[in-house]
């Protein structure tokens, strides 16, 4: 019999993928359980583990790695085509739309909002389709709340502070997700 020593969860990295783990696990069965064990459910399941691994980044560092969200847009877009090609337009229209709707207020005020944000809205739309706009409304919301908290807590200084929307915008899709039922 040979024992494999459970090597120890330690460093960022170690640490974000127990923590991944154990936020997007819950999220995969319940996508298996919502969708069944077919290609809905295993691109919903990659679809909310990626949400998670990008909220944790952004709460982290406060940026969206380019090299998890972009691939994760042409992956889900392309499944769509594939599977739904009679719904091409939604999937492809959702996404581009809700990318330009939060690329604006970046025109309007630069820095208002991180260039992230806007790609994520790429993937949200790829896969909610017309759903995202309830993703984008609730985690306008969740995120508005949480401003307004840490305003009533630390004052007219945190006017300034920054707050990451990342995590607000992916809760809006876990929402979106099983609420819209693709």
């Not at 819950?26 to 295993?42: I, S």
């Not at 944790?56 to 499944?79: G, H, K, Q």
């Amino acid at each position: 019999m040979v024992e494999v020593a459970a090597a120890p969860v330690s460093g960022r990295y170690g640490r974000r993928a127990l923590l991944c783990t154990l936020v997007s696990a819950p999220l995969v069965v319940a996508c298996f359980v919502h969708f069944g064990m077919t290609w809905d459910g295993w691109l919903g399941a990659y679809f909310c583990t990626v949400l998670v691994l990008l909220s944790i980044i952004d709460i982290e560092e406060r940026r969206l790695p380019n090299v998890i969200v972009l691939p994760s847009f042409v992956l889900v877009l392309t499944a769509h085509l594939v599977l739904y090609p009679e719904q091409a337009a939604e999937w492809t229209i959702a996404a581009f739309g809700a990318a330009l709707f939060l690329f604006l207020p970046t025109l309007l005020m630069p820095g208002a909002m991180g260039m992230g944000d806007f790609k994520l809205a790429l993937l949200l739309g790829a896969m909610l389709g017309w759903a995202v706009v309830t993703a984008i409304f609730i985690g306008s919301i969740a995120g508005a709340l949480v401003a307004i908290g840490v305003l009533m807590m630390r004052g007219a200084s945190a006017r300034k502070q920054a707050i990451f929307y990342g995590p607000f915008l992916a809760f809006g899709g876990v929402v979106a997700l099983f609420a819209g039922s693709l």
